[in-house]
């Protein structure tokens, strides 16, 4: 290629008189040359081959892809980490014995925030799965964790919630016709372990029908996670979008029970309107849109074991806030927590496109 190259140049100097001649020198030394050497690509071409080659061995998408999926559970572990303040926010600022209202003024004002935010609407299917995901998510889910929040130590609510990457592994069977592998089904028993360790204590008392609602609450949360992956999100709709439509549809079926039930307190404090406004806009409207992105982009499994940030925070909240101190056994749950959010991120971790 280079001699041709050269050729070329040199035999743009001549007169028109002698161009024909030259053309047939040029294209016999051109022949010539692709006779010995089969064609070759150009510098581009070839510089782009070298570069895919070189793709398989050096693998330089594996880390952005890591990086990247890391970014997203980071993300997605705020809305659990967040939750894990409702126990708090629930016994130091809000009405007593009023879960349905608790959950009602959490969920419907901030789905109609993201309505009027976003302007968009369900349509076809979508109508009704939005439904069903804000019910499991909110409507059902969110009456029985306060009822929970009410009957229990924040502790042992704690642990029976840690059972969802269990439960999500189990939903994942049916419905997303994936088994889960020994590491997760290890993960899950070690991080209930650490969960019991961390906020269990020799006191808690255990009230039956606040046991019977958390898990209820934990296992409707679980299907949702599954479902959520399952059916994705509408082509063109934002997360925020589809955060309203399920806070709304939950918040539609709550409110008209709550009213009924439970009516309103005589008059709402100052502790109560915080309350409220910090559970509807940080631990509902933000939390959910960045734990349904984790959902989207994320295996269903690794997003379950962010789900036990949430007695983490709760931990670190009694402490913080109601002066509470961590014994032994309770660093030795925080480890192990820790270890098992860890194990169950390590495989699979690549998000979709």
Do not use: C
């Not at 161009?19 to 022949?31: F, G, I, K, R």
């Not at 089969?38 to 570069?51: E, G, H």
């Not at 959490?106 to 925030?113: Q, V």
């Amino acid at each position: 290629m280079s001699d041709t190259r050269i050729k070329s140049t040199s035999i743009n100097t001549p007169r028109r008189t002698q161009a024909s001649t030259v053309e047939q020198n040029v294209q016999q030394n051109v022949e010539q040359s692709a006779d010995k050497n089969p064609p070759a690509p150009t510098a581009t071409a070839t510089r782009s081959a070298t570069k895919s080659a070189a793709k398989p061995a050096t693998n330089p998408s594996a880390r952005p892809s890591t990086k990247t999926a890391a970014g997203f559970a980071a993300l997605a572990a705020i809305g659990p980490a967040t939750w894990g303040t409702t126990y708090v926010t629930t016994t130091e600022l809000l009405p007593p014995d009023r879960p349905l209202l608790a959950a009602a003024l959490r969920a419907l004002p901030a789905g109609l925030l993201l309505l009027a935010l976003t302007r968009r609407l369900p349509s076809g299917d979508w109508w009704w799965k939005a439904a069903v995901l804000g019910i499991l998510n909110f409507g059902a889910f969110f009456p029985l964790l306060f009822f929970g929040a009410y009957h229990l130590p924040g502790g042992v609510a704690s642990t029976i919630s840690a059972v969802m990457p269990l439960l999500v592994a189990g939903f994942g069977i049916g419905v997303l016709k994936v088994r889960p592998t020994r590491r997760t089904l290890l993960a899950g028993l070690v991080g209930v372990a650490g969960v019991a360790l961390l906020v269990l204590r020799g006191s808690a008392t255990v009230d039956l029908a606040g046991i019977a609602a958390m898990l209820t609450a934990t296992t409707l949360m679980a299907l949702a996670v599954v479902l959520s992956k399952r059916w994705g999100r509408p082509e063109g709709t934002s997360l925020l979008a589809l955060t309203g439509w399920q806070l709304t549809a939950g918040g539609l079926v709550l409110a008209p029970i709550a009213l009924t039930a439970e009516g309103l307190p005589d008059h709402f404090t100052g502790a109560n309107v915080a309350g409220y406004t910090y559970l509807g806009i940080i631990g509902t409207a933000l939390a959910y849109a960045l734990w349904f992105r984790g959902i989207e982009r994320l295996p269903a499994s690794s997003v379950s074991f962010l789900g036990l940030t949430n007695p983490v925070v709760a931990t670190l909240a009694g402490l913080v806030i109601l002066g509470q101190t961590l014994t032994v056994w309770q660093v030795a749950g925080l480890v192990l927590v820790l270890g098992s959010v860890v194990l169950g991120q390590a495989r699979r971790q690549t998000p979709r496109a």
